[in-house]
Nanobody
Framework: QVQLVESGGGLVQAGGSLRLSCAAS????????MGWYRQAPGKQRELVAD???????NYGDSVKGRFAISRDNAKNTVDLQMNSLKPEDTAVYYC?????????????WGQGTQVTVSS
């Protein structure tokens, strides 16, 4: 098992920046991938970005060029740098990690952190 704890959410004006951090309760070396998802009111949860164990990244179309995901295997963290924020980025952001299981893999979620972008 792994526990994921997000931090760094808050209120920011449009055009501003925030950095989210996700701390894992154990080594993240085997977690593949790790990522961030978001869910706005009345909408489905969607992928924001994820990063493989080897460092390959994948971004949702709406955040490409504005957000950057990174992982630090020594600190057991995965961060999301969010720049040029827009009101439509307002959502609860969740950290996620896929870990090896007895059979296959298992997906773990954090509790989420609120990001609100004002216009």
């Amino acid at each position: 098992q792994v526990q994921l704890v997000e931090s760094g959410g808050g209120l920011v004006q449009a055009g501003g920046s925030l950095r989210l951090s996700c701390a894992a309760s154990r080594s993240i070396v085997s977690l593949n991938p790790m990522g961030w998802y978001r869910q706005a009111p009345g909408k489905q949860r969607e992928l924001v970005a994820d990063i493989s164990r080897g460092g390959s990244t994948n971004y949702g179309d709406s955040v490409k060029g504005r957000f950057a995901i990174s992982r630090d295997n020594a600190k057991n963290t995965v961060d999301l740098q969010m720049n040029s924020l827009k009101p439509e980025d307002t959502a609860v952001y969740y950290c996620a990690a896929r870990a090896p299981a007895v059979v296959g893999t298992e997906l773990y979620w954090g509790q989420g952190t609120q990001v609100t972008v004002s216009s």
